[in-house]
Every structure is written in C-alpha cells, then in structure tokens.
C-alpha cells in the first residue's frame, strides 16, 4: 500500500540523510521525497512517499519521532488529504493537428504551455500523482523529450481537522 508521511524536522545539515537512513536501513524505497521550509525557517517539512504494509510503516514513523532534531511525524493518508506533484514535462509537436491535440490535453487536465518554440513545448502541470501519470501518458504519441517531477507535497482536509476540533470540544 502507498503511504505518505508528513516529517517536520530541523532545518539543518545531515537531517534528510538521518531521515532517508532510516528508511534505507529497514529496506523501504522512497517513491519521493520533498522538502521546504515551514513557515519557521528553523523548520523543514519532508513529505515522504513510500510502498508498504500498515504495520511496518508504523513502525518507521515510530522510529523517524524518536530521532533528535524530529518534532513531529505524521501518517498523512490515515486521514482525508490533499496531495499535489508538480511536473515540467517537454515535448517534441509539429506544427498544425499535433500542435492543437497538445492544447486540447493542455486544455483538459489545466495545464500551461510555460516555454515554446517552433518544434518543441514545456508544458506544467500539477495535480495528483495519477492525474501527471496519466497526462503524460497521453502526450506519449508524440515525443516526450523530457519529464521532470517536483515529487508529492500533502496536507490533511480541513473538514477532517474540523471536524476533530468539534469532537475534542464536545467532550468526545
């Protein structure tokens, strides 16, 4: 199963390591890894995305909290959420009906035209994982020439976190 894991950790040299340490150390690949600055620039937030059972993805991020410099690790999709990638793709159309089939998908899935010349385009896009896996396949008739990926970022819904704050208000 896919999981993300929210990770705030202090933002100083050799944390990520620590942190991608971890996970290399118990065998887990990291689908993507993402980092930036938290609104307190002491602080990065590292979103993580890895494959794994329940139980041993509990475990890491058991693990990842009792690492100093760590404040806070989080199970992002044990609660609704929003998870966003960012992807650069660059692809080779001719002039006429290739040029107007890239707009249409540029048009249908609300992407950008960020650069272009008289053979080539780069194009923006961002939504789920599935939704640029799913763009770029569509763009595969003509020449993909190059993708790049920002990796996943992820929030927990405001509904959800609402709808706690009600709960632990009542008494519940």
Do not use: Y
Not at 109 to 129: C, N, P, Q, W, Y
């Amino acid at each position: 199963m896919r999981h993300t894991i929210s990770i705030i950790v202090a933002n100083q040299p050799g944390e990520l390591s620590r942190i991608v340490g971890l996970f290399s150390a118990r065998g887990f690949n990291i689908e993507t890894i993402t980092v930036g600055k938290t609104l307190e620039p002491e602080w990065s937030k590292a979103t993580v995305v890895t494959l794994g059972d329940d139980r041993t993805v509990e475990q890491i991020i058991k693990q990842c909290s009792r690492l100093a410099r760590v404040r806070e690790v989080k199970a992002v999709t044990s609660l609704p959420h929003i998870e966003r990638e960012m992807a650069l793709i660059d692809v080779s159309v001719r002039s006429g009906d290739e040029r107007q089939e890239v707009m249409s998908l540029v048009e249908i899935f609300r992407a950008k035209v960020v650069d272009i010349s008289h053979d080539r385009m780069i194009l923006e896009l961002s939504g789920t994982m599935d939704k640029v896996d799913t763009f770029i396949e569509m763009l595969r008739p003509m020449t993909v020439n190059e993708v790049t990926r920002s990796g996943c970022v992820a929030i927990n819904r405001l509904s959800r976190l609402m709808s706690d704050e009600v709960a632990v208000a009542a008494g519940a």
